[in-house]
């Protein structure tokens, strides 16, 4: 059978590479952010010891009076949290009272309990790196006590370091009504915002026999403590952490996760299709959880230079959920796949157009208030990021060269956004950076940043071949 010619007037089919993407990304599909539950204790759990040397009480948090527990709420100092670097105290935001590790003692240890084998295998099962439950750091780090009418309005928890990847939450089975934790996370639609609700007070009354509620979450979630209509909602949390190195490989079942299988075929069928980037290019998948690295470097130095690069590369086996998936995947096909930071920033002081600028690490940025005679762009150029802009639309801009002085576009690499195209937020600002820094403590020397990973994939028959 002849093949039909094409009428020179008819017009050329539409590429297929705008179904592969659109099914690349209906395929991760990302599983709720946190895992919870109930544990029922034995009677002597429920002890603790609380107040200032010399002064101890003691109260048993299952049988516990209103009268004791409001003592409790009155030795607890007012909680604070942190806005960018300062320890803030604002009844208007947060109202609960707390004490720190060194001022309470409880019989309960949630680092011998089997709450380290549902993080992992509920939080961690989609994480590339196999952490076994033994070795995963749970560090005890305040006792919070919530009376009638006290919240916490929305935050993040602060990252202690780099290896931080979650937060658990232990509410004991005290008398009280609200205090419900709503959990928020951005949905892959611009705009879309997700929600859940772990209402431990609910799940405790259900319980026949004293119990424990729990709450693991990866800690750049944002989250809310709901407003306690009556009683006292006493909870201890652990800041969960990665272990130093990683774990030796695990005997136990190989669990694949079903994000997994869905994202290996329609990459798969992606690669096989001759019309899909025919002539190769650059695919970025914005990941959905935000991680703790440095907030800036000082300089650029060598040293500093491999260090940064060093810490962002370390992120690689801590992914989270679905974003590990996708780096396992794309490796899997032998592309070549690694992390990425993206800023924002304007080309020059008369550019309104806000420019992306991709690096392989934390740059190094001046200090406020310090003279720049580059525009932001330009300077983040030239301490080592790349210029990005979304392939079709540099086509298009190039193809009119509206502009006469010069044109960045030339510099800019083409890439394919996957999920997420960076729609960040404009302003006058220069260096925006993706990065939350609102936290339940002050400090800024770790914060989270918007991390993505850039695939190279080469033409047909080359898929695995770097394209420069």
């Known amino acids: ?3 039909r010619k094409q009428d020179k007037n008819e017009e050329p089919p539409p590429p297929r590479w705008p179904k592969h993407l659109k099914y690349m990304k209906s395929s991760i599909v990302a599983k709720p952010p946190y895992c919870q539950g109930t544990l ?3 009677d002597s759990d429920f002890t603790l010891f609380y107040g200032p040397e010399g002064h101890a009480h003691r109260i048993n948090l299952s049988t516990a009076s209103a009268e004791q527990l409001q003592h409790l709420a009155d030795t607890c100092a007012p909680a604070t949290f942190g806005v960018a670097g300062e320890d803030v105290y604002d009844e208007s935001y947060r109202k609960a009272g707390k004490l720190d590790n060194k001022d309470f003692s409880i019989t309960f240890d949630g680092r011998s309990s089997r709450l380290a084998e549902a993080v992992r295998t509920e939080l961690l099962l989609e994480n590339p790196m196999r952490v076994k439950s033994q070795d995963l750091k749970m560090e005890l780090y305040k006792l919070n006590v919530y009376g009638k009418d006290a919240f916490f309005k929305a935050h993040v928890d ?19 009504e609200g205090g419900a934790l709503k959990l928020r996370a951005a949905g892959r ?37 709901m407003p306690v209509i009556s009683g006292h909602r006493v909870t201890i949390t652990y800041n969960l952490y990665y272990p130093t190195n990683e774990s030796a490989p695990s005997t136990e079942l190989n669990q694949i996760s079903t994000n997994e299988q869905s994202f290996q075929e329609a990459l798969k069928a992606a690669l096989r299709d001759p019309s899909f980037l025919p002539t190769g290019g650059n ?37 989270k959920a679905s974003d590990g998936v996708i780096l396992k995947v794309l490796r899997a096909n032998a592309l070549d796949a690694s992390l990425r ?31 720049v005679m580059k525009g932001a762009a330009e300077y983040l150029v030239a301490v080592g990021g790349e210029l990005v802009e979304d392939a079709v639309s540099l086509a298009e801009r190039l193809e009119k060269r509206t502009r006469t002085y010069y ?6 690499t083409p890439v394919y956004w996957v999920t997420d195209h960076p729609y960040l937020q404009t302003g006058p600002e220069p260096f925006k950076r993706t990065i939350k820094t609102y936290g339940n403590e002050p400090t800024l020397d770790v914060v989270y940043w918007r991390v993505w990973i850039l695939a190279r994939v080469g033409p047909p028959g080359l898929r695995a071949i770097v394209v420069a």
Request: aromatic fraction near 12%.
């Open 407 to 412: 044109d960045e576009w030339d510099k800019a």
């Open 189 to 225: 639609h611009e705009g879309e915002t997700l929600e859940w609700t772990f209402d431990s007070s609910s799940l405790l009354a259900q319980q026949e026999h004293p119990s424990i509620a729990y709450v693991a979450f990866f800690s750049d979630v944002e989250h809310e403590v």
């Open 158 to 176: 602060t990252p202690r370091s780099e290896l931080m990847f979650g937060s658990l939450v232990i509410v004991f089975p005290t008398p009280h």
């Open 283 to 319: 695919l970025m998948f914005g990941l959905r959880h935000q991680y703790p690295l440095a907030t800036s470097y000082k300089s650029g130095s060598k040293e500093e230079k491999e260090a940064a690069k060093a810490a962002l590369r370390a992120l690689e086996p801590r992914l």
């Open 1 to 3: 059978m002849s093949k």
């Open 40 to 42: 029922t204790l034995p």
């Open 341 to 371: 930071i993206l800023y924002e920033a304007r080309w020059s002081q008369w550019d309104s157009h806000n420019s992306y600028v991709m690096a392989d690490r934390v740059l190094p940025l001046p200090d406020a208030g310090s003279m």
